[in-house]
Structure formats: C-alpha cells, structure tokens
C-alpha cells in the first residue's frame, strides 16, 4: 500500500515508458523516432467533434506530455477533408438540453461544459511538445479552434477554413476568438472571417500568415510535416520545449514579464548537459542531430 | 412624473425605434436592410475633423448601439477624399490657447480634452455592430485614428494613408499609437509610418494588413462594403455582436483570461433561441439569412 | 564639492555636448545631421558577441539616450556578416563554469548573468530615440535578439536570419522569444524558426514583415538607413521620442491602458514649442524640415 | 453658431461658475469653504435608491467634478439612518420584468442596466476631489457599494453596516466585492459579511478599517467631517487631487507600473506655481493655509 | 456504451447525488443540512500532509465541488492540533530524491511536482461553496497554506500559526506567499512572520485580520463553525456561490476589470427564480431561511 | 585586457569580499554576524535628503545586495529623528529652476529627475536581503517613502509619521501613494494621511499595521531590531531571499502568477544543499542557527 507511489506514477514520474494509445474517435501512430502522429479519425463522419472527441483529446494529449518517447507530434484528419468541426447533432443538442431549473441553473452548468470543451484544445499548448497541424480539405468551425491551439500550421493547396460559428447563431467559445487574432497579421482579415463565416482558401491562408507553408498534396504535406518534426525531435527537449514555455508565456505577457520569466526558467535549465554536449558538438564541427540527449 | 420610464428610454430600452440622424458634419442613411452609410460630410473642408465632428461623432455612434434596427455599419468619406484629419485652424488654436493659471493647470484641462478625442473614437469600439471603414483617397493624420478604432477596413486603389502627427510636432494622441500595431502584421513598418510621416499607397496597405481588399474605385468599395455589411446583419445579432465584444476583450487580455470571460459570456447567449432556428436551418439545409432572428 | 552638480552631470542634464564614443567592439560614427551610425566592430571574428561586447552596448547606448545632438541611430555590422550570435567559445565557457557551491547558487549566478545580458538589448528600447537596424549576411542567434529590440529592420537581398538557440542546447534567453513574435504576423512562422533554428532569407524576412525593406547591396541599405534617420531626425524631438516611448508603452498594455498614459504624456508634451513652430510651418507651407527645433 | 463653444461649455471650460445643484433624492449645500455635503434625501424612504437617485448621482458628481469652486465633499443621509439600500419594490421589479425576447437578450438588457447601475458610484472615483462619507444609522446593501466607492468613512457609534444582497437573491454587482476587499485589512471577516448578510456593529468597522472614526453622535460626525473636508479643501488642488488620482491609479496596477505613472504625472504637475508658492510660504513659516491657490 | 453520458456524468451533471467520501487521511461527515465537514485525519501523525493528503484533498474537494447537496464546507483537524504541515520524512525525500539525468531534468520534475502541491490547495478557490477553516492547536507550514486558500478562518484561544518553511531551507511555494499577505492588513507582520518562522498566537491572530473569530476551546470554535456554514448554507446556492467566484475574480484584477466581468455574470444569474422568491419573501417579511432554492 | 574579468567583478560575481561603504550622508556599521546597519547620517540636517542622500543610497544598496557576507539590514536614523524628509532647500531648488526651452522639454528633465529619485527607495525592494526601518521622532514626507520601501517597520512610542507633501503643493511622487496603501489594512485612514498631511503617532501606526512592534526608547528598538535581523540571518540565505523575491513578485501580481512564478523559482532553488542540511538538523533535533551554510 504505497500511494505516494501510485501518485507519482500518474502524474509526475519521469522516464515513463512510451504511451499506449487506444481511442475511439483519434488514431495515434509513430511515424518518425520520437514523432507521434494523431489523426482526427471518423472519416465516414467528416471527423465530426462529438462526446467522445472532446473527451479523448484531453486524455490523448495529456499522455503525450508525460510520454517521454516523444518530442514533436503531427495533427492531421482521415478521409476527405481535415474537419467538420462540432458535431451538432449530437453536441449541438446537449448544449440545447442543458439541465437546470432556471436560467441561472443552466447558465452555470453550460459554464461548465464551456469551460470542458476548452480544456480539450488547450491541453495542445499545456503540452510542451511542438505540434504541428497539417489540414487536407475543409477546417470547419471548431477545426480551427483546434489548429489555433497548434503551434505551427501547414495544409495542402486545396484547403480552406472557416469560422463557421456565427452561421449557427453563436460567438465560437473554445479559442478561435481568443488566439486567430494573436495568430494572423491582419486584423481587418480576422474580423471579415469571424463576421461573415466565409470561406478563406489556402492562398490566403498562406498570405494572411495563417499556415507558413502550403503543399500540393496531402502525401506531401505529411511528409513535409513529419520532416519538420523529426527535424524539431532530434534536438535537445530541454531546449525545444523551454522554447514552447516560454513563447507562449510571453504571449500573455508584457516584454519585460517575459524577460523575467525567461531568465529565472534558464536559471536552472542553463545547468544542463544538453548544453554541454552541444558545446562540443560545435568545437567539433557535429550536427547537433549527432548529440544524444537524456530523456525528459 | 416617472423618472424611470425617462432614464430607461435614454439608456437601455430594447426594442428602441431606429434612431433619427442629423448632423453637420455626419450623414447617414439606410443603405441595406439594417445596415448604415455614415459619411464624413463636409467635402469642401476636405471633411476636416473640426469641433463639431469630434461631438457628433459621439452622439451618432452612441444611437446607433441602442438602435435595434442596425446591424451593422459602413464609414466613408464625401469629396474627394477619406480625410485631412484634424481642422488643424480650429482644433490646433484650442489646443494652443488651452486655459490655465500655470502649467500644472493648462496641463489639466488639455488631459481632459485629450480624453475627450479619444473617446470620439472609442465609441467605435464600445458599439457592438461591426463598422467597416470604406476609404478613398487621402486618409491623413486623425483619419488613421479613426479606421484603427474600426473592425474592418477596405479601400480604393488609389487611397493612401499618412501618420501625419509628427509633422505638426506631436505624438498622435487619440489611438493610432495604441491600435494600428495590433492590426498590421509588419512593426517595422509601423514604426516607419509613426516616425517619417511618409504616405503609404494602397497596395502595402494591403499586403501589411492594414486593409483586406482593394477596390478598383469608390462606386466598387462601396457596393463591396454594403453586400458585407449586408451579409453580416442577415446573421444572428447575439452571435455577431458578441464575437465583435469578444474578439476586443480578448485583443486586451491573455489567452486564458479571454477564454474565462467568453465562457461567462456565452453561459446566457447560448440559451438564446437564434441558436435553435439555426439548429432548425442546419436540418432543414436552410441558409442563416432565411432565419427571422428578433432584434436586440 | 559639489555632490549634486556631478549627479545631474552624470545622469539628467539637458543640453550636454556630443558623447565621446570609444569601444573596443563597437565604431561609432556621424553620418548625418543628429545621426549616429553603430557599427558593430569584431570583423575577424564576424561580430561575434564577447564579454566586452555585452557590457560596451549598455554603456554606449545609454550616452546617446542623454546625447540631445543625436536625434536617431542606424545599427549595422562590419566585415562579412551583420554577427555570427554570441562569442560561444568566451560567453559559452563563463556560463558553463559559473560558480556557485550548489545547484540553487550556480542558478542564483545564472539569473544575474542572464539578466545582465538582457539588459544589453533592452538599452535599445529605452533609448528613446529610434534605431533601424542595418542587415547584410548572417544574423544569427544574438543577433536575431538585438535587431528585434530596435525600431525598424532593412537588409541586403543576400541577408539571413537565423534562430540559433536550441542548437546549442537551450532557449533564447535574451530577447528574441518574447520580442518577435509581436514584430511578425506569422506565429507559425515564428514558431518553425524558434524551433527548427533553420535560415530564413531576405525575401521571407520581407513578406513576414522582419524587415520592412530589401535592398540590393549593403552600400545601397546603408545609403537608404541613412536617409531615413536624416528624415527622422529633421522632425521634433518631442513628437518622435514621444512616439517611440508611446508605442512600447502601448506593446505591453492594453488599449485603454495605453490612450490613458498617452493623455497624460501629452498634457505636459502639447504645451512644446513645437507645436507653434509647426503650426506656423504649416501656415507657411513650408517644410517640417525647415523648423528649428530646440535640443531635447 | 460656434458648436465648438458649446462643446467646450458643456465638458472642458476651467473655472466655471459653481455648479447649480436640484435633485428629487439628493439635497447639495455649502457647507465650508470649498467644501459641498451631498445628502441623501428621500427620509421618508428610508433614502431608498430609487432609479431617481441612481440617475441623479452621476449628474450630481459630474457637475462637481466639473466644478472648481468645490475642493472635497461630504455625502451622509437624511433621516434615521443612512440608506436603506436598493428602492427593492422599484428597482426590483425594473430587474425582474426586464424586456428581451428571449434569455440572451434580456441578459443583453440586464447588463446594460448593470453597468449603468454601477458607474452611478463609479462617479465618485472618477471625480478627483476627495469624498467623505458620514454614516448614521443603518448603511445597508446599496450603501456599502456607495462608501466603498468614497475615500473616506466615519460613522456614529450606532451605526451598523450590512452586505445584504445574498439575502435577496444575487451576489452584489455595483461595487462591494470589488472595492471592500481592497478596503478593509480582514478578508476572513470580509467574507463573513457577504456570505452570511450579518451587521457589522461601529466598533467592529473601525477595528476592520472600514471606517477611520467613530463619533457619538451625527451632529459630531458631520461636524468632525466638514473640519476634515475644509481642511482638505485649503490645500493645492493640484496637489490633493494628483494624490487622488495616483493613489487609484495605483490601486489597480502594480508598484512598478504605479511609479511610472506617477512620474509621467507629475512631470507637468511639478511645473505648477502651487509649488513655488509652498516654497514660499516654507521660507517664511506660513502655514499652507495662508496660500492662495490658482482654481482647477 | 454511451461514452457521452459517462463523461457528462463525471464533470458536469447538475442534481448529482450527494458524493460519497473515503479517504485515508481525511474524514467527511454531514454536520448540519448541507453542511459538510472535512477532518485532517491523521492524528497520530499530527495531521502532518503525507502523499495520500496531497492527493486526496484534491479527489475530495473536486467531489464537494460537483455536489449540490453541499454549500458550505468546515475544515478541521483532529487530534492535539490542527496540523503539523508538511510530513517531512516521507514528501522531503520525494524532493530530495527527485529523479532526473541532470539539474535541468531534475528541475523539470520538481516543478511538475510543486505545481501538484498547489493545486492541492487551489481547489479549495476552485469549490464555489464558502469553505470555513477551524484551527486549534498548532498550525504549521503547509497548513498556513491551507487555510490560506479558505475563506473564512476561525481558531480557538490556544491555537497558534507558523510559516515554517525557511526553517527548512526553502521558499514556501504552496501559496502561503501569494495568499497570506492578501489576507492579513498588516505586511510588516507577514514579513516578520515569513522571515523568521516565529509562531504567531491566537491574539495577534486575530487582531491582524488572519482569523475573524476565537473561540473558547474546540467544541464551541466548531459549534461556532457549524452555525456559520449552516446559515450560509441556508441561503440562494446562486448569491452565495455567484459571490465566492466574484469576491476571488476581484482580488486578482482591477476594480474596473472586476466590476465589468460581475456584470458579465450577474446577466443571466439575475435571471434566476431565487429573485423572485426572495422578493415574495421580502414583501411577505419572511425570513430567507424560509425560502426553499432549487439545487446548483 | 582582461575585459570579461573586469565586467564579472562588477556586477556579478560569486563570494565578494565584503564591500566597503564610505558616505557622507550614510552611515555604515557590521552590528551582527550578516547584519548591517545603515545610519541616515547628516543629523544637524535632521537627516534631511540632500543630492548626496539620494545618489547614496543607490550606491550603499546595490553594494549590500552584491555583499554574500551581509544577510540582513536595519536601517534608521541618527540624532532627534529618523528624517526630516526631502531637503527641500537643496533638492526643491533643483526641481524649481529645472533646465528646459519650453514646458516640454522641462517636463522631460523633471520626469528623468524623478525615476531617478524613484530609484533611490526601490533599491530597497531589489535588494533581496530583508530591510528593517527602526523609526524614531519623526519620518517625515519621503522618509514615509522610504520606510514603505523596507519588508518590517518597527517604531518607538514618541516616533509618528507623515505624509508630508501635499502641504508644499505636490503629490507624493518616491513611491508613498503606491507602497503604502498596501502595507496597511485600512484604506480610509491612508487617505487620510494623505489628504490632509496630519501626524499619525505610534500607537496608530502600530493599530493600523504600518509598524509591527513598538519600543519603550530607541537603545530598546535597536536591540530588538537587530536580534530580528540576526534571528533571519541564521536562517538559509537561498530560503530567505527566495522568500523576499517571491512575496514582492506575488505582491505586483494575480495569485495563480505568483504559485507558476514560485515553482519555476523551487524548480532551481529546492536542488540547494541548505534543504540536505536543514533535513538533518531536523532529523538530530538541531536548531537551524547551527547549520552552516554557503554564501549565496
């Protein structure tokens, strides 16, 4: 009867070995050493966000942070396009449905789920691995609340995406509002989107500064995508992912916040090996992909 | 004697009668179903900013909040251009013959006016429709104010735009400063407008952001702007309106604090009954424009 | 004995003559009327960052914020490239071997360090007065933190910049995580440099808006930086600096923070000469560059 | 036809005639030099807030606000006792009958009403002269929101504070828990009252800090209030009311962010002859009292 | 199988039955109509926070947080004292010998490791019902930091509280620090407190503002605590609960920013039927306890 | 030419000797093993602040905060008072004949002249050593200011406090407005002091939370005041100043930043050796005065 080691074995324990992967609604495969590939997976759905979906991220990304196996991971959808978005048959009811004996009561239990379905886009950037989205065909409604959770976006020449949530007679509530702005170079453009629910197509997409690279195909885009993030997996991790921290951190900050922060979050990762070991690297003209780094 | 009924008529009925609009230096007229032109009116003083401008400006943005039959706004300018920006004979000699017995106090009242402006601009904001700014030609000095403080921007070919303050010998003082760097992607070109003064053309307006279309003249913009403005007051006003409050609280607040606050919003706006004619339309593979929503 | 005279003199006094400037790493030269040109002077070393470097920056950049003869400051580098990043071989061994009897005190060690260097690009930003930065060849790790902390960035057509950082085994720690990407309006673009330290070229560095101009060869940048700080410095003083430290203020609040410390700012920055001088300017149609403005 | 005149008359003019006050809820006299007493003044009501007195409050602050004759103020109560809170069966029923064709919108119309109902004791922050309050009696729901919002409370040995709001049915929403906390140096007692709408008795005001002094009676109260108000009132204005406005300023803003303000603040104020004037009167051992003061 | 039943039933279903409670370290018990009380159950071991505490406290509070059957919650310890804080033999080895290749490694397990702790104690803020500690005997390290995170605090004369941490060799980080000094008027106290780990005693205590009440012994300090939470208890779930939220919100934003997210909520919970049948009770003078509210 | 060396030495270099402070204004004596005295030292002046003062107290501070052989600091006055307060002779000259062209260009030099002063009392917070102020007879005007700069204020019973600077025409601009308010648990009572320049005498500041204790005499404070600073210089330095850095860090900033600020600060500083040594001692019973620890 050791709870504390049960304890540390959920939540804290370093070195775990690799994550086992089982869900309904996403597949999780390895498709480069330390690259994770998770794929939206009810494709006869349109990969449609029903209950399951919103419940399995949590648990799927959550995993992937602990999992010390895996430095970078690559978001992409099956079948014909990337995602419907919410599944409204179903979700879309629950929400109607709300239980509560007045309108307080139901208030505050949508509350709740609100607060539920953003958590399940928000564990994409509490996981200080990169993540990449890499979107074929349509991103519909919440798909991009999902992909502006994600930290770098590709997608293929025949994408496109839009903010679909006014068209169902709400302002979209788990993240577009919030991080599209912070995301694209053109506010005029977000508003225009968020307003109107119009289809923005990959060019602009591109130009807008939504994806930083736009691909021929969904093979090629794949591929491009689980190059990079080999590429970002062979670094060091204590380097990659205090990256991740720390921009994201600065993001809601001030530049003199993010300064501090910075400097008392290397004040102990500055004491690690990988430094070292990529000093020696350099003296002797090596790539850092030569290096072999310590689990974290 | 009923103070009540004469505070709530001032402030916050619903359901209010579209408002009557006359002005001297403001026109406005119904261009589509509840959408408003708003024209800078006075084309032989190039529609110069003078004192009753910055008033009626007030006056006419703070109608339009209350008035349930407008959905959504188009800002332009008569004659031959957008905007010279501020009167400078009549504004500047205020500016420069300030009252007050000593510094501290002349310091005092021209705080008081400054916040004043500003405000002029940030009923703007405070205004839930969306407002999309149609320029042509010049838009100098407080017309750059003024199109920050809008959501959405579009302009002519041969419009240009001039941060025009530091030529007069000030820091600009009633928004461009706070809102033009959060618009266009490119702080090195905002800080060259900021710094030269230098006029910038249409063409890198549109590919910093500043704009997100470019019309061939002013007849095209307009008609372009009206079918947007068109477009987004057929949509549900709960869902447009809050996306326009929130997308602003979330420019002013990290991530998470906006996340926070949408759920609070959202926690009333879902229980509204646009969301389920739109759930019906969705069944029906209705469009959202062939739905009555009631006003707001 | 004069205690108070030798505190004004070294830190507040107005009207003080022209700065000496001599450093090891660093050239100081005028190259226009109330222009300074920093060069950054290691050229067998390629610039590279050093311990002299470090310190040399604050004490240089700090004279010409008290230096009233200069009015704006154009930054570039010697030699091949415009740095090469940090001194690895000097700094890299001062931080790998920092002393301390434990862990926490080495850290305790590290976070001064660290603070220190930040506070060498953070001279640039308060500085008031604005500082282009001039880019040809490579622009690798610390360099990408320096010209991120100045106003606006030109280059060469053969420059490139490069986010070295997780190479070495750590995270930017001195600027460019918190700064750029509030420069560039495309985060998954800031994202794939921060993570993946690979080059990106001039013609990437202009459309993502690093840099607001390209131009064909450093002679041609140089001649072209040098006649935007003249065109700079020809304006107020009070209207330019006021700028500069009005939009950083504005970076780090939010909007309403922002117009309310600009209010306050101007109160006392309206009441200038200036602004008279202009006015009349104006009048006159004459030129901003005509007007005598007084020392600041 | 000059609007502008008429615009400055109406919010900027220095040195206006002193206000003319005439109110259905509030009766405004002179009571010192400089010193105004607003009082609450519906004694058969028990100075209920009805929508009168909400309305009223902000024209009545505004105009002192405006008036520079008016150096600090004095509110208290007619009657038995303080206030009695919210006019439940009027206001009540304005909330409980709120217009809206559906949960979001009257939510929509209820928070307009909020926001209103709430700058009715805004007002008294936003006018820089400092506001005294003097309870007797009960100070009960509504009352507490309004002393909250003053600078300053007595009271009289029977009189007893009560945060009633959870007794009818809401959390309170015009100021109580978002200044109280920050008021009194007891946040477990704090707690206690909104939790539980228990009186809180003078003797346990004044040992929590929420009033500064206790009197035997009203007659000493207003006695002891109106010393302090004219005392107050012979001050630099410039003086008294900066300190007002900082020592918000700073209430909502770190230590750090408060300085900066501050200096920004008084680098005008400093340049007052209300300065040169104290010198003076230092010199020869005047007392401040003696010194006339320019109006702001 | 119906995944989305199961998930809702696990976070969001409102009337859940009463949640049942079994824990190594804490007892749960009914003490009054919806009223719970939560013991410290170690008394063996002084109470003192071994792992199975840690992880319990934060299973126990999300269950009382999803409970409508509960609103208020008393927590106390059993045995000689209330608690002994951190269990030192078993959590100090668990830091001591934290796993990790080098410090960096280890650094990013500890932190994972404290963020644990706090949020041992955040769930306490996180549980909107009113949560009263109740201490007698000591009160040591970490329990500071629990009762901290409570809302009300009461004590018995023989109690006393000891910030222990330096004595130990480390900086609290539980949230003593951030939560104590916003709790108690007097920061030269807190300081002396956290600075030399001296016990403070009930007096001081109290008259500091840390516990609002000192009860005899422990049986009248727990009646005390029962006729508290029990009169809580009796009231709207929605005002009181909407209160917890709004008087947490408050302490951690501006008042301008508090006041506008309290009208933000207040929008639909205005809309509740607890108005209502608190206005009939109100006109029919009947006690609130009288009335009978829906379940939250 | 050993230039890193040279810059090492300067700012921040491990296991200094102990500085050396020799001052005109201040006095500087060793009165504990790790605890300095510092002596307001111009007591024919009454201690006022002269040009010296200020330039002298950055100096002083930023050496003791360098100084690993000084661990805790009293500060107080020699002769009748604590201060006098500003040396308006010498200092108000200086800010009434500031130099300048216009209103501008004066307000840009007294804006300097003040940051710097500023500067002079926050020295104190970024010392990460505790600060004792031992006050007695008068603290006047920026002596308020600097005492609220320090972590504990102790006082004798004849001292008393004032907010001096309203009664020579300005609002306190060195941090009183913004420190205060802050330190003392009863809001009304600081706008008291500060309104109306009144005396509050020591049973007051002791009610009220400005001083934590009070002595019979000064030789009494004295002794008190240095066992306190020996009883936390005994104390782990890594524990302590953590403990300073994180309590002023938790003061500027929302309780959820202050635990993440927390442990990403633990995540370095719990890998000390002052824990190992601090387990033991308790493991032996010893008391922590008998654990040698490093130099931090």
Known sequence: ???????????????????????ETLKVSQVREKVLHVELNRPDKRNAMNAAFWREMVECFNKIA?????????????????????????IGQVFLTVEGDDVARKAWNLRKMIREYQESFSVLEKCPKPIIAAVHGGCIGGGVDLISA??????????????????????????????????????SLVNEL?????????????????????????????????E????????SPVAVQGTKINILYSRDHSVSEGLQYMA???????????????AQAVMEKKSPKDVVFSKL
């Not at 990079?228 to 670094?235: G, V």
């Not at 008392?264 to 990529?278: F, G, R």
């Open 228 to 235: 990079l993030a080999a590429d970002i997996a062979s670094k």
């Open 264 to 278: 008392t979050w290397n004040m102990s990762m500055l004491q690690t090996e990988d430094l070292v070991k990529s």
């Open 1 to 23: 009867i050791q709870p504390w080691l049960t304890f540390r074995a959920v939540s804290s324990a370093p070195g775990q070995p690799p994550a086992s992967h089982s869900y």
């Open 66 to 90: 602990q999992d010390s196996e895996c430095h970078a991971v690559v978001v992409s959808g099956t079948g014909k396009l990337f995602t419907a978005g919410i599944d409204f048959l179903e």
């Open 150 to 187: 994600c930290d770098i976006r590709y997608c293929t020449q025949d994408a496109w995406f839009q903010v679909k949530e006014v068209d169902i007679g709400l302002a979209a509530d788990v993240g577009t509002l919030q991080r599209l702005p912070r995301i694209i170079g053109n506010q």
């Open 194 to 226: 968020a307003f109107t629910a119009r289809k923005m197509m990959a060019p602009e997409a591109e130009s807008s500064g939504l994806v930083s690279r736009v691909f021929q195909d969904k093979q090629a885009m794949l591929e491009g995508s689980f």
